[in-house]
Structures are given as structure tokens and as C-alpha cells.
């Protein structure tokens, strides 16, 4: 099992960055596909932003392409996003996700229904 905590949202203005973190915990971590995902108000929840179990392949939603960067740290147990250069439509609860029961060395996913382990979220909201 993964149990995932968010932290690092807030409030900023649109141009400004915030890096959000994900705490896992579970030695399933270290196999894990780790997402972001995000959900505004009145919408479905999107996807962020995907890397592989050793960091070493990542993907983005096009949004965000170019602005905002996951990494993922297995000494710390964390996954981050970096986001710079917010937006207003950036508002949105963001959750990470793991998904554990996989198969290949560089696998990813944007499909939220294929994780396995969700946190529970972290407002951003970004001001015009």
C-alpha cells in the first residue's frame, strides 16, 4: 500500500510559482508510477503530470507542457511539482497518485482511472 499526503498549495498571483509535495509512504513507493492530477470547480479532474518509477521518463498535459516540472525524490519519499508562471486557469484541488500494478521499466499514464493510491489534494488558487 501508498498512503499519499499533498502540501505546498496556497494562494499566489498569476505569474508567481508554487512547488507542490507529495509524502508517501510504503515501500511500494519506490516501484510507483507517480501522478498529478487536478480538479476545478464544476469540472472533471485533468491530468497534470506523470513520471516513471526511477524519475527517469516524465509526460505532460499540454497545459502545463513547458511551465510546470515533476520530479520525485526516493531518500525523501516525495514526489514535487514545480509550477511556474501560473495561471488563473491553473485554480484547481491538486491530487498525486500512485499506481503500483504495472508493467514495464518506463510505463506511464495520464488515465486517472488506472492509479491505484490517491491523496487527498491541495488547494491552488491563482488571482488575475
Known amino acids: 500500500q501508498v498512503q499519499l499526503v499533498e502540501s505546498g498549495g496556497g494562494l499566489v498571483q498569476a505569474g508567481a510559482s508554487l512547488r507542490l509535495s507529495c509524502a508517501a509512504s510504503?515501500?511500494?513507493?519506490?516501484?510507483?508510477?507517480m501522478g498529478w492530477f487536478r480538479q476545478a470547480p464544476g469540472k472533471e479532474r485533468e491530468f497534470v503530470a506523470t513520471i516513471s518509477w526511477n524519475g527517469g521518463v516524465t509526460y505532460y498535459a499540454d497545459s502545463v507542457k513547458g511551465r510546470f516540472t515533476i520530479s520525485r525524490d526516493h531518500a525523501k519519499n516525495t514526489v514535487y511539482l514545480q509550477m511556474n508562471t501560473l495561471r488563473p486557469e491553473d485554480t484547481a484541488v491538486y491530487f498525486c497518485?500512485?499506481?503500483?500494478?504495472?508493467?514495464?521499466?518506463?510505463?506511464?499514464?495520464?488515465?486517472?482511472?488506472?492509479?491505484?493510491?490517491w491523496g487527498q489534494g491541495t488547494q491552488v488558487t491563482v488571482s488575475s
Open positions: 510504503g515501500r511500494a513507493f519506490h516501484t510507483s508510477v
Open positions: 497518485a500512485a499506481e503500483v500494478d504495472y508493467s514495464g521499466a518506463n510505463y506511464l499514464t495520464d488515465d486517472a482511472a488506472k492509479y491505484d493510491y
